[in-house]
Protein backbone atom coordinates (compact mmCIF):
# COMPACT_ATOMS: atom_id res chain seq x y z
CA UNK A 1 0.00 0.00 0.00
CA UNK A 2 1.70 3.64 -0.74
CA UNK A 3 2.16 5.98 1.86
CA UNK A 4 -1.26 7.05 3.05
CA UNK A 5 0.34 9.80 5.52
CA UNK A 6 1.25 11.47 2.31
CA UNK A 7 -2.11 13.89 2.54
CA UNK A 8 -2.42 15.70 5.73
CA UNK A 9 -5.31 17.18 7.59
CA UNK A 10 -6.33 20.10 6.62
CA UNK A 11 -8.92 21.71 8.47
CA UNK A 12 -8.99 25.44 7.37
CA UNK A 13 -11.71 24.55 4.40
CA UNK A 14 -10.90 28.04 2.40
CA UNK A 15 -7.17 25.97 2.04
CA UNK A 16 -8.30 23.26 0.90
CA UNK A 17 -10.61 24.75 -1.82
CA UNK A 18 -7.15 26.65 -3.01
CA UNK A 19 -6.15 23.04 -3.67
CA UNK A 20 -8.79 21.42 -5.34
CA UNK A 21 -10.16 24.08 -7.31
CA UNK A 22 -11.04 24.10 -10.90
CA UNK A 23 -10.05 20.34 -11.07
CA UNK A 24 -11.28 16.94 -11.90
CA UNK A 25 -9.64 14.00 -11.00
CA UNK A 26 -8.71 11.69 -13.80
CA UNK A 27 -6.27 8.84 -13.49
CA UNK A 28 -4.91 9.66 -9.74
CA UNK A 29 -4.05 12.92 -10.82
CA UNK A 30 -6.28 16.30 -10.33
CA UNK A 31 -6.43 17.75 -14.05
CA UNK A 32 -8.48 20.85 -15.31
CA UNK A 33 -11.06 20.40 -17.62
CA UNK A 34 -10.68 19.94 -21.31
CA UNK A 35 -12.56 23.37 -22.46
CA UNK A 36 -10.70 25.27 -19.45
CA UNK A 37 -14.04 26.23 -18.36
CA UNK A 38 -14.89 26.18 -14.99
CA UNK A 39 -17.85 27.87 -12.81
CA UNK A 40 -18.69 29.90 -9.52
CA UNK A 41 -19.31 27.47 -6.28
CA UNK A 42 -20.99 30.18 -3.66
CA UNK A 43 -21.29 29.73 0.35
CA UNK A 44 -25.08 30.03 0.46
CA UNK A 45 -24.41 31.57 4.09
CA UNK A 46 -23.09 34.96 2.31
CA UNK A 47 -23.34 34.41 -1.49
CA UNK A 48 -19.33 35.16 -1.35
CA UNK A 49 -17.48 33.23 -3.90
CA UNK A 50 -15.60 30.05 -2.40
CA UNK A 51 -13.42 28.95 -5.39
CA UNK A 52 -13.92 27.67 -8.86
CA UNK A 53 -14.92 24.08 -9.95
CA UNK A 54 -14.18 22.51 -13.01
CA UNK A 55 -16.86 22.75 -15.73
CA UNK A 56 -16.54 18.81 -17.21
CA UNK A 57 -18.06 18.01 -20.63
CA UNK A 58 -18.06 15.16 -23.21
CA UNK A 59 -13.86 15.29 -23.42
CA UNK A 60 -13.27 14.86 -19.99
CA UNK A 61 -16.26 12.15 -19.36
CA UNK A 62 -14.33 10.36 -21.94
CA UNK A 63 -10.34 10.73 -20.22
CA UNK A 64 -12.16 9.63 -16.99
CA UNK A 65 -13.98 6.81 -18.45
CA UNK A 66 -11.43 5.18 -20.63
CA UNK A 67 -8.98 5.09 -17.59
CA UNK A 68 -11.39 3.81 -15.19
CA UNK A 69 -12.02 0.88 -18.30
CA UNK A 70 -8.29 0.40 -18.58
CA UNK A 71 -8.16 -0.50 -14.82
CA UNK A 72 -11.30 -2.01 -14.63
CA UNK A 73 -9.82 -5.86 -15.81
CA UNK A 74 -6.93 -5.74 -13.72
CA UNK A 75 -9.11 -4.85 -10.10
CA UNK A 76 -11.66 -7.33 -11.26
CA UNK A 77 -8.77 -9.94 -11.36
CA UNK A 78 -8.35 -9.35 -7.61
CA UNK A 79 -8.96 -11.36 -5.10
CA UNK A 80 -12.03 -9.92 -4.01
CA UNK A 81 -11.11 -10.13 -0.29
CA UNK A 82 -8.09 -8.38 -0.93
CA UNK A 83 -10.45 -5.84 -2.83
CA UNK A 84 -12.42 -5.47 -0.06
CA UNK A 85 -8.99 -5.06 2.65
CA UNK A 86 -8.15 -1.71 0.37
CA UNK A 87 -11.85 -0.33 0.44
CA UNK A 88 -11.86 -0.62 3.89
CA UNK A 89 -8.67 0.79 4.20
CA UNK A 90 -10.33 3.87 2.47
CA UNK A 91 -12.60 3.96 4.86
CA UNK A 92 -10.13 4.17 8.03
CA UNK A 93 -8.29 6.75 6.58
CA UNK A 94 -11.10 8.96 5.68
CA UNK A 95 -11.78 8.67 9.59
CA UNK A 96 -8.74 10.83 9.79
CA UNK A 97 -10.01 13.06 7.37
CA UNK A 98 -13.58 13.34 8.68
CA UNK A 99 -13.12 17.44 10.79
CA UNK A 100 -11.63 18.67 7.50
CA UNK A 101 -14.42 17.09 5.26
CA UNK A 102 -16.75 18.39 7.80
CA UNK A 103 -15.88 21.38 7.23
CA UNK A 104 -15.79 21.77 3.30
CA UNK A 105 -19.00 20.53 3.22
CA UNK A 106 -21.12 22.85 5.82
CA UNK A 107 -19.25 26.08 3.48
CA UNK A 108 -20.15 24.69 0.09
CA UNK A 109 -23.94 23.45 1.11
CA UNK A 110 -24.86 25.60 4.30
CA UNK A 111 -25.42 22.40 6.61
CA UNK A 112 -25.00 23.41 10.10
CA UNK A 113 -21.52 21.86 11.07
CA UNK A 114 -21.97 20.31 14.56
CA UNK A 115 -25.87 18.96 13.65
CA UNK A 116 -25.13 17.94 9.82
CA UNK A 117 -22.11 17.98 8.21
CA UNK A 118 -20.28 16.73 11.19
CA UNK A 119 -22.88 13.64 11.31
CA UNK A 120 -22.23 12.90 7.22
CA UNK A 121 -18.62 13.20 7.87
CA UNK A 122 -18.74 10.49 11.02
CA UNK A 123 -20.42 7.84 8.81
CA UNK A 124 -18.61 8.13 5.94
CA UNK A 125 -15.85 5.04 7.83
CA UNK A 126 -18.88 3.00 8.77
CA UNK A 127 -20.14 2.75 4.91
CA UNK A 128 -16.85 1.66 3.57
CA UNK A 129 -15.51 -0.67 6.47
CA UNK A 130 -18.95 -2.59 5.90
CA UNK A 131 -19.07 -2.99 2.08
CA UNK A 132 -15.20 -4.03 2.52
CA UNK A 133 -16.03 -6.77 4.79
CA UNK A 134 -18.68 -8.09 2.71
CA UNK A 135 -16.63 -8.65 -0.54
CA UNK A 136 -16.07 -12.42 0.34
CA UNK A 137 -20.39 -12.31 -0.19
CA UNK A 138 -20.17 -12.20 -3.85
CA UNK A 139 -20.89 -15.61 -3.61
CA UNK A 140 -22.74 -17.34 -6.62
CA UNK A 141 -24.59 -20.88 -6.52
CA UNK A 142 -24.31 -24.37 -7.19
CA UNK A 143 -27.61 -25.46 -8.74
CA UNK A 144 -28.87 -29.13 -9.24
CA UNK A 145 -29.85 -29.37 -12.93
CA UNK A 146 -27.86 -32.81 -14.10
CA UNK A 147 -25.65 -35.57 -11.45
CA UNK A 148 -23.31 -35.35 -14.83
CA UNK A 149 -23.28 -31.63 -15.10
CA UNK A 150 -21.57 -29.06 -12.30
CA UNK A 151 -23.54 -26.00 -12.79
CA UNK A 152 -22.84 -22.99 -10.90
CA UNK A 153 -23.56 -18.84 -11.32
CA UNK A 154 -20.73 -16.54 -10.28
CA UNK A 155 -21.28 -12.73 -9.92
CA UNK A 156 -18.87 -10.73 -11.92
CA UNK A 157 -18.51 -7.15 -11.85
CA UNK A 158 -20.61 -4.69 -14.79
CA UNK A 159 -17.13 -2.91 -15.62
CA UNK A 160 -17.18 0.92 -15.51
CA UNK A 161 -20.15 2.45 -13.38
CA UNK A 162 -21.00 5.92 -13.38
CA UNK A 163 -22.52 7.76 -10.58
CA UNK A 164 -24.25 11.11 -10.56
CA UNK A 165 -25.05 12.56 -7.27
CA UNK A 166 -26.87 15.60 -5.44
CA UNK A 167 -25.61 17.96 -2.69
CA UNK A 168 -27.72 17.74 -0.18
CA UNK A 169 -25.85 14.85 1.72
CA UNK A 170 -22.89 14.27 -1.12
CA UNK A 171 -20.26 12.47 0.69
CA UNK A 172 -22.54 9.80 2.27
CA UNK A 173 -24.77 9.38 -0.98
CA UNK A 174 -21.11 8.99 -2.91
CA UNK A 175 -20.22 6.68 -0.49
CA UNK A 176 -23.37 4.36 -0.73
CA UNK A 177 -22.52 3.88 -4.65
CA UNK A 178 -19.06 4.12 -4.78
CA UNK A 179 -17.88 1.41 -1.73
CA UNK A 180 -20.36 -1.58 -3.15
CA UNK A 181 -19.55 -0.89 -6.82
CA UNK A 182 -15.49 -0.89 -5.84
CA UNK A 183 -15.82 -3.78 -3.65
CA UNK A 184 -17.90 -5.78 -6.32
CA UNK A 185 -14.97 -5.47 -8.80
CA UNK A 186 -16.03 -2.50 -11.14
CA UNK A 187 -14.58 0.76 -11.42
CA UNK A 188 -16.39 4.42 -10.95
CA UNK A 189 -16.65 7.88 -12.47
CA UNK A 190 -18.27 10.20 -10.01
CA UNK A 191 -20.32 13.06 -11.42
CA UNK A 192 -20.68 15.73 -8.55
CA UNK A 193 -23.70 17.98 -7.56
CA UNK A 194 -22.45 21.33 -9.22
CA UNK A 195 -23.57 23.23 -5.84
CA UNK A 196 -21.04 20.84 -3.64
CA UNK A 197 -17.71 20.04 -5.80
CA UNK A 198 -15.04 19.83 -3.18
CA UNK A 199 -15.90 17.76 -0.36
CA UNK A 200 -16.53 14.68 -2.64
CA UNK A 201 -13.78 15.58 -4.84
CA UNK A 202 -11.28 15.50 -1.22
CA UNK A 203 -12.79 11.89 -0.72
CA UNK A 204 -11.48 11.53 -4.08
CA UNK A 205 -8.14 12.68 -3.43
CA UNK A 206 -7.97 10.80 -0.06
CA UNK A 207 -9.28 7.55 -1.30
CA UNK A 208 -6.67 7.40 -4.38
CA UNK A 209 -3.64 7.42 -2.37
CA UNK A 210 -4.47 4.46 -1.72
CA UNK A 211 -6.05 3.26 -5.03
CA UNK A 212 -4.98 1.74 -8.21
CA UNK A 213 -4.84 4.52 -10.67
CA UNK A 214 -7.82 5.05 -12.52
CA UNK A 215 -10.13 3.08 -10.14
CA UNK A 216 -12.41 6.15 -9.11
CA UNK A 217 -12.51 9.33 -11.06
CA UNK A 218 -14.63 12.39 -10.01
CA UNK A 219 -15.45 15.19 -12.78
CA UNK A 220 -17.60 18.08 -11.67
CA UNK A 221 -20.03 20.23 -14.25
CA UNK A 222 -23.66 20.54 -14.88
CA UNK A 223 -26.43 17.73 -15.82
CA UNK A 224 -26.64 18.11 -20.03
CA UNK A 225 -23.50 18.98 -20.39
CA UNK A 226 -21.61 16.39 -17.91
CA UNK A 227 -24.20 14.17 -16.27
CA UNK A 228 -25.85 12.86 -19.55
CA UNK A 229 -22.19 12.20 -21.73
CA UNK A 230 -21.25 9.60 -18.51
CA UNK A 231 -24.70 7.71 -19.39
CA UNK A 232 -24.36 7.76 -23.19
CA UNK A 233 -20.46 6.82 -23.17
CA UNK A 234 -20.05 3.65 -24.95
CA UNK A 235 -17.78 1.72 -21.69
CA UNK A 236 -19.98 3.20 -19.01
CA UNK A 237 -22.08 -0.36 -18.25
CA UNK A 238 -24.18 0.90 -15.09
CA UNK A 239 -25.61 4.05 -14.28
CA UNK A 240 -26.75 5.02 -10.46
CA UNK A 241 -28.22 8.73 -10.03
CA UNK A 242 -29.59 10.55 -6.97
CA UNK A 243 -31.81 13.45 -7.43
CA UNK A 244 -34.42 14.84 -8.74
CA UNK A 245 -37.76 12.49 -10.95
CA UNK A 246 -37.03 14.94 -14.16
CA UNK A 247 -33.46 14.30 -14.25
CA UNK A 248 -33.70 10.71 -13.69
CA UNK A 249 -36.14 9.79 -16.18
CA UNK A 250 -33.42 11.82 -18.48
CA UNK A 251 -30.95 9.81 -17.05
CA UNK A 252 -33.01 6.10 -17.72
CA UNK A 253 -34.29 7.37 -21.06
CA UNK A 254 -30.68 8.08 -22.01
CA UNK A 255 -29.47 4.28 -20.36
CA UNK A 256 -32.68 3.07 -22.79
CA UNK A 257 -30.71 3.44 -25.46
CA UNK A 258 -28.03 1.35 -24.60
CA UNK A 259 -30.07 -1.02 -22.65
CA UNK A 260 -28.04 -0.47 -19.33
CA UNK A 261 -28.94 -0.83 -16.34
CA UNK A 262 -29.77 2.15 -13.50
CA UNK A 263 -30.36 2.97 -10.31
CA UNK A 264 -32.65 5.82 -9.03
CA UNK A 265 -33.21 7.66 -5.98
CA UNK A 266 -35.51 9.65 -6.92
CA UNK A 267 -38.02 12.38 -4.41
CA UNK A 268 -40.53 11.41 -1.67
CA UNK A 269 -43.17 13.20 0.19
CA UNK A 270 -43.72 10.59 3.03
CA UNK A 271 -46.44 10.51 5.68
CA UNK A 272 -45.92 10.25 9.16
CA UNK A 273 -48.80 9.20 10.78
CA UNK A 274 -49.84 9.83 14.51
CA UNK A 275 -52.82 8.26 16.03
CA UNK A 276 -54.52 9.48 18.83
CA UNK A 277 -52.74 6.80 21.19
CA UNK A 278 -49.28 7.62 20.11
CA UNK A 279 -46.41 9.09 22.79
CA UNK A 280 -47.09 12.62 21.72
CA UNK A 281 -43.12 13.70 22.97
CA UNK A 282 -42.01 11.12 20.68
CA UNK A 283 -44.09 11.74 17.84
CA UNK A 284 -43.05 15.15 18.12
CA UNK A 285 -39.49 14.64 18.27
CA UNK A 286 -39.80 12.07 15.18
CA UNK A 287 -41.67 14.75 13.48
CA UNK A 288 -38.52 17.55 13.91
CA UNK A 289 -35.63 14.25 12.99
CA UNK A 290 -38.02 12.73 10.00
CA UNK A 291 -38.28 16.25 9.03
CA UNK A 292 -34.92 17.14 9.02
CA UNK A 293 -35.79 20.73 10.22
CA UNK A 294 -31.63 21.13 10.92
CA UNK A 295 -31.14 20.24 7.19
CA UNK A 296 -34.03 22.92 6.23
CA UNK A 297 -35.96 19.55 5.43
CA UNK A 298 -33.54 19.02 2.20
CA UNK A 299 -33.87 15.44 2.02
CA UNK A 300 -35.52 12.92 0.42
CA UNK A 301 -36.91 10.85 3.05
CA UNK A 302 -38.25 14.10 5.11
CA UNK A 303 -41.37 13.66 6.36
CA UNK A 304 -43.38 16.33 5.05
CA UNK A 305 -47.15 14.72 5.13
CA UNK A 306 -47.50 14.83 8.86
CA UNK A 307 -51.14 13.73 9.33
CA UNK A 308 -52.14 13.67 13.02
CA UNK A 309 -55.42 12.53 14.99
CA UNK A 310 -58.06 15.03 15.28
CA UNK A 311 -58.01 14.73 19.25
CA UNK A 312 -54.39 15.83 19.45
CA UNK A 313 -53.73 18.17 16.90
CA UNK A 314 -53.32 21.13 19.06
CA UNK A 315 -51.52 19.71 21.57
CA UNK A 316 -49.61 18.13 18.93
CA UNK A 317 -48.70 21.47 16.62
CA UNK A 318 -48.12 23.45 19.62
CA UNK A 319 -45.61 21.12 20.74
CA UNK A 320 -44.07 20.99 17.77
CA UNK A 321 -43.25 24.76 17.24
CA UNK A 322 -41.87 25.06 20.99
CA UNK A 323 -39.61 22.62 19.92
CA UNK A 324 -38.89 23.60 16.58
CA UNK A 325 -38.87 27.28 18.29
CA UNK A 326 -35.77 26.45 20.21
CA UNK A 327 -33.63 25.31 17.24
CA UNK A 328 -30.74 28.23 16.41
CA UNK A 329 -30.48 29.62 12.93
CA UNK A 330 -27.27 30.76 12.14
CA UNK A 331 -23.83 30.76 10.19
CA UNK A 332 -23.09 27.12 9.50
CA UNK A 333 -19.59 26.87 10.53
CA UNK A 334 -20.60 28.11 13.78
CA UNK A 335 -20.91 25.41 16.57
CA UNK A 336 -23.90 27.18 18.15
CA UNK A 337 -26.01 26.56 14.82
CA UNK A 338 -28.69 24.10 14.87
CA UNK A 339 -29.82 25.15 11.28
CA UNK A 340 -27.58 26.14 8.58
CA UNK A 341 -28.77 27.58 4.63
CA UNK A 342 -31.26 26.20 1.48
CA UNK A 343 -28.30 25.40 -0.76
CA UNK A 344 -28.87 27.67 -3.99
CA UNK A 345 -30.94 30.73 -5.18
CA UNK A 346 -32.55 28.25 -7.53
CA UNK A 347 -33.86 25.96 -4.28
CA UNK A 348 -34.45 29.16 -2.15
CA UNK A 349 -37.10 30.73 -4.59
CA UNK A 350 -38.88 27.69 -5.32
CA UNK A 351 -39.01 26.83 -0.96
CA UNK A 352 -40.38 30.71 -0.73
CA UNK A 353 -42.96 30.23 -3.81
CA UNK A 354 -44.32 27.28 -2.19
CA UNK A 355 -44.38 28.90 0.94
CA UNK A 356 -46.60 31.83 -0.82
CA UNK A 357 -48.26 29.59 -2.44
CA UNK A 358 -49.91 27.84 0.58
CA UNK A 359 -50.56 31.29 2.14
CA UNK A 360 -52.51 32.39 -1.12
CA UNK A 361 -54.66 29.06 -0.75
CA UNK A 362 -55.75 30.03 2.61
CA UNK A 363 -53.19 27.93 4.94
CA UNK A 364 -51.55 28.77 7.65
CA UNK A 365 -48.10 29.24 7.84
CA UNK A 366 -46.24 28.98 11.25
CA UNK A 367 -42.71 30.38 11.10
CA UNK A 368 -40.22 29.01 14.15
CA UNK A 369 -37.04 29.96 14.78
CA UNK A 370 -35.07 33.64 14.21
CA UNK A 371 -33.70 34.66 11.30
CA UNK A 372 -29.77 35.18 11.87
CA UNK A 373 -29.22 38.48 13.46
CA UNK A 374 -25.73 39.04 11.72
CA UNK A 375 -25.47 41.27 8.96
CA UNK A 376 -22.86 39.04 7.60
CA UNK A 377 -25.70 36.76 7.11
CA UNK A 378 -28.48 39.06 5.81
CA UNK A 379 -28.33 37.85 1.91
CA UNK A 380 -28.07 34.15 2.81
CA UNK A 381 -30.11 31.67 1.67
CA UNK A 382 -32.29 31.76 5.15
CA UNK A 383 -35.58 29.89 5.37
CA UNK A 384 -37.51 29.89 8.72
CA UNK A 385 -38.80 26.70 9.25
CA UNK A 386 -42.47 26.35 9.18
CA UNK A 387 -45.60 24.40 10.02
CA UNK A 388 -48.42 24.74 7.53
CA UNK A 389 -51.91 23.86 9.19
CA UNK A 390 -55.25 23.98 7.26
CA UNK A 391 -54.03 23.16 3.98
CA UNK A 392 -56.17 21.33 1.89
CA UNK A 393 -55.39 17.53 0.37
CA UNK A 394 -55.31 18.41 -2.67
CA UNK A 395 -52.94 21.60 -1.89
CA UNK A 396 -49.70 21.30 -4.37
CA UNK A 397 -47.51 21.73 -0.93
CA UNK A 398 -49.29 18.58 0.00
CA UNK A 399 -48.78 16.69 -3.07
CA UNK A 400 -45.53 18.04 -3.99
CA UNK A 401 -41.91 17.59 -2.63
CA UNK A 402 -40.50 21.05 -1.45
CA UNK A 403 -37.40 19.98 -0.48
CA UNK A 404 -37.56 23.02 2.23
CA UNK A 405 -38.20 23.23 5.85
CA UNK A 406 -41.90 23.12 5.48
CA UNK A 407 -44.02 20.31 7.24
CA UNK A 408 -47.32 19.82 6.51
CA UNK A 409 -49.67 19.19 9.02
CA UNK A 410 -52.60 17.71 8.42
CA UNK A 411 -55.93 16.40 10.57
CA UNK A 412 -57.68 12.98 10.57
CA UNK A 413 -60.68 11.21 11.88
CA UNK A 414 -59.88 7.52 11.29
CA UNK A 415 -57.46 5.30 10.19
CA UNK A 416 -58.88 4.08 7.09
CA UNK A 417 -59.08 7.15 5.75
CA UNK A 418 -55.33 8.51 6.60
CA UNK A 419 -54.39 5.13 5.28
CA UNK A 420 -55.74 5.79 2.01
CA UNK A 421 -54.84 9.36 2.04
CA UNK A 422 -51.15 8.56 2.82
CA UNK A 423 -50.81 6.20 -0.03
CA UNK A 424 -52.35 8.61 -2.71
CA UNK A 425 -48.83 10.23 -3.30
CA UNK A 426 -47.22 9.18 -6.60
CA UNK A 427 -44.24 8.87 -4.48
CA UNK A 428 -43.51 5.81 -2.03
CA UNK A 429 -40.16 5.96 -0.08
CA UNK A 430 -40.71 6.15 3.63
CA UNK A 431 -43.68 6.52 5.83
CA UNK A 432 -44.06 6.24 9.91
CA UNK A 433 -46.93 5.42 12.39
CA UNK A 434 -46.90 6.47 15.41
CA UNK A 435 -49.20 4.01 17.92
CA UNK A 436 -49.02 2.11 21.42
CA UNK A 437 -51.38 -0.07 18.94
CA UNK A 438 -49.59 -3.64 17.99
CA UNK A 439 -52.71 -4.38 15.43
CA UNK A 440 -53.02 -1.03 13.78
CA UNK A 441 -48.50 -0.47 13.51
CA UNK A 442 -48.61 -4.30 11.93
CA UNK A 443 -51.60 -3.18 10.19
CA UNK A 444 -49.96 -0.14 8.92
CA UNK A 445 -46.49 -1.79 8.08
CA UNK A 446 -48.25 -4.05 5.34
CA UNK A 447 -50.52 -1.56 3.72
CA UNK A 448 -48.27 1.60 3.19
CA UNK A 449 -47.13 1.74 0.28
CA UNK A 450 -43.29 2.69 0.74
CA UNK A 451 -39.92 1.37 0.34
CA UNK A 452 -39.09 1.89 4.20
CA UNK A 453 -41.80 1.92 7.00
CA UNK A 454 -41.32 2.38 10.37
CA UNK A 455 -43.20 2.26 13.81
CA UNK A 456 -42.68 4.67 16.43
CA UNK A 457 -39.31 6.19 14.67
CA UNK A 458 -37.81 8.49 12.49
CA UNK A 459 -35.00 7.86 9.63
CA UNK A 460 -32.68 5.36 10.21
CA UNK A 461 -30.05 5.42 7.45
CA UNK A 462 -27.29 2.53 7.80
CA UNK A 463 -25.28 0.76 5.40
CA UNK A 464 -27.03 -2.61 6.27
CA UNK A 465 -30.33 -1.57 5.56
CA UNK A 466 -32.10 -1.71 2.11
CA UNK A 467 -32.79 1.65 1.27
CA UNK A 468 -35.12 2.95 -2.07
CA UNK A 469 -38.54 3.62 -3.23
CA UNK A 470 -41.56 2.16 -5.04
CA UNK A 471 -43.44 4.40 -7.49
CA UNK A 472 -41.70 8.03 -8.98
CA UNK A 473 -39.42 7.91 -5.63
CA UNK A 474 -37.16 5.44 -7.74
CA UNK A 475 -36.51 2.22 -9.27
CA UNK A 476 -33.67 -0.84 -6.91
CA UNK A 477 -31.81 -0.35 -3.64
CA UNK A 478 -29.05 1.23 -2.20
CA UNK A 479 -27.34 0.22 1.27
CA UNK A 480 -26.99 -3.58 2.23
CA UNK A 481 -25.84 -6.50 0.72
CA UNK A 482 -28.67 -6.57 -1.77
CA UNK A 483 -27.56 -3.65 -3.20
CA UNK A 484 -23.83 -4.67 -3.86
CA UNK A 485 -24.71 -8.33 -5.74
CA UNK A 486 -28.20 -6.96 -7.50
CA UNK A 487 -27.05 -3.74 -8.63
CA UNK A 488 -23.09 -3.76 -8.88
CA UNK A 489 -22.90 -7.64 -10.55
CA UNK A 490 -24.17 -9.45 -12.73
CA UNK A 491 -25.10 -13.49 -12.67
CA UNK A 492 -23.29 -15.66 -14.93
CA UNK A 493 -24.42 -19.06 -15.23
CA UNK A 494 -21.52 -21.92 -16.21
CA UNK A 495 -22.09 -25.85 -16.74
CA UNK A 496 -19.40 -27.81 -16.65
CA UNK A 497 -20.35 -31.46 -18.62
CA UNK A 498 -18.41 -34.13 -16.86
CA UNK A 499 -19.58 -36.98 -19.20
P1 LIG B 1 -31.22 17.50 -9.99
O1 LIG B 1 -31.89 16.19 -10.14
O2 LIG B 1 -31.29 18.45 -11.14
O3 LIG B 1 -29.66 17.29 -9.64
C1 LIG B 1 -29.12 16.10 -9.07
C2 LIG B 1 -27.91 15.66 -9.88
O4 LIG B 1 -28.34 15.30 -11.19
C3 LIG B 1 -26.85 16.74 -10.06
O5 LIG B 1 -25.57 16.14 -10.07
C4 LIG B 1 -27.17 17.28 -11.45
O6 LIG B 1 -26.08 17.88 -12.10
C5 LIG B 1 -27.58 16.02 -12.17
N1 LIG B 1 -28.45 16.22 -13.33
C6 LIG B 1 -29.40 17.18 -13.51
N2 LIG B 1 -29.98 17.03 -14.72
C7 LIG B 1 -29.40 15.96 -15.31
C8 LIG B 1 -29.57 15.31 -16.56
N3 LIG B 1 -30.46 15.75 -17.46
N4 LIG B 1 -28.81 14.24 -16.83
C9 LIG B 1 -27.89 13.78 -15.96
N5 LIG B 1 -27.68 14.36 -14.76
C10 LIG B 1 -28.43 15.43 -14.43
O7 LIG B 1 -31.80 18.18 -8.67
P2 LIG B 1 -31.69 19.72 -8.22
O8 LIG B 1 -31.94 20.61 -9.40
O9 LIG B 1 -30.46 19.88 -7.46
O10 LIG B 1 -32.94 19.82 -7.22
C11 LIG B 1 -34.28 19.88 -7.73
C12 LIG B 1 -35.19 19.01 -6.89
O11 LIG B 1 -34.79 17.65 -7.00
C13 LIG B 1 -35.18 19.27 -5.40
O12 LIG B 1 -36.03 20.32 -5.05
C14 LIG B 1 -35.66 17.96 -4.86
O13 LIG B 1 -37.07 17.91 -4.94
C15 LIG B 1 -35.08 16.95 -5.81
N6 LIG B 1 -33.83 16.35 -5.27
C16 LIG B 1 -33.90 15.13 -4.67
C17 LIG B 1 -32.78 14.57 -4.09
C18 LIG B 1 -32.83 13.25 -3.40
O14 LIG B 1 -32.09 13.03 -2.46
N7 LIG B 1 -33.62 12.31 -3.86
C19 LIG B 1 -31.49 15.27 -4.07
C20 LIG B 1 -31.50 16.53 -4.79
C21 LIG B 1 -32.64 17.02 -5.34
MG1 LIG C 1 -31.83 20.45 -11.47
Given at each position: MPDASALVAQTDPFALVRELEGKHLIDGKLVGPATGKTFDVLNPANLQVIGQAAEGEAEDVDRAVQAAARVQKAWAATPARERGKLIAACGRLLEQHKEELAKLVALETGKALRTESRVEAGVLADAFVFYGGLASELKGESVPFNPDMLTVTTREPIGVVGAIIPWNVPMMLMAFKIAPALVAGNAVVVKSAEEAPYAVLRICQIMNQVLPKGLFNLLS??????????????????????????????????????????????????????????????????????????????????????????????SFVDALKTKVDALVMGDPLDEKTDIGTIVSQQQFERVKSYIAQGEAEGGTAHRCSALPADAALSQGYYVQPVIFTELKENSRLVGEEIFGPVACVLDFDGYEEVLQRANASEYGLAATVWTRDLHTALDATKRLEAGFVQVNQNLVVMPNLSYGGVKHSGLGKEASLEAMLEHFTHKKTIIFNMQ
Open positions: GFGPECGQPLVAHPKVGKVTFTGSVEAGKAVYRTAAEKLIPVTLELGGKSPMIVMADADLDKAVAGAIAGMRFTRQGQSCTAASRIYVHRSIRH
